[in-house]
């Protein structure tokens, strides 16, 4: 399994923020910290997430909803949900539309971690 670092995270949120706007800089280390290792979190040597779905809708869900970044929440936690998806061979088929709604329901509370985790199985190329 291939693993983005808590670095190439914050390098892809600066791009980001170049390319589309916004405010640079982290608001809470901590909260960054806590989102990029709950997706490998154990409790008695047992995976609480055990495949590369459940970890990647939990990096994206850490990130969108931890808020660890000044800006650009939504933004990182998206593409990096997408890129460790990628980078473990799991490529997802949807519509721009699609993503940004199930995104946006991820920022508003209206979808949870479960939901999204669905939603990448719903839409992995097959």
Request: hydrophobic share 45%; glycine share 10%; aromatic share 8%.
């Amino acid at each position: 399994m291939k693993v983005l670092t808590g670095k190439q995270i914050i390098e892809l949120q600066k791009h980001l923020i170049d390319r589309y706007g916004g405010i640079h800089g982290i608001r809470d280390k901590g909260i960054l910290d806590s989102a990029l290792n709950a997706p490998f979190q154990t409790f008695s040597g047992i995976e609480l997430y055990p495949d590369i779905i459940e970890k990647a809708a939990r990096l994206g869900y850490g990130l969108i909803k931890g808020h660890a970044f000044i800006d650009g929440n939504k933004r990182i936690g998206t593409h990096a949900m997408l890129i460790f998806l990628l980078l473990n061979d799991i490529e997802l088929v949807y519509s721009d539309d699609d993503l940004i709604k199930m995104i946006l329901d991820v920022a508003a509370g209206t979808a949870d971690c479960k939901e999204l985790s669905e939603w990448i199985i719903t839409h992995k190329k097959q």
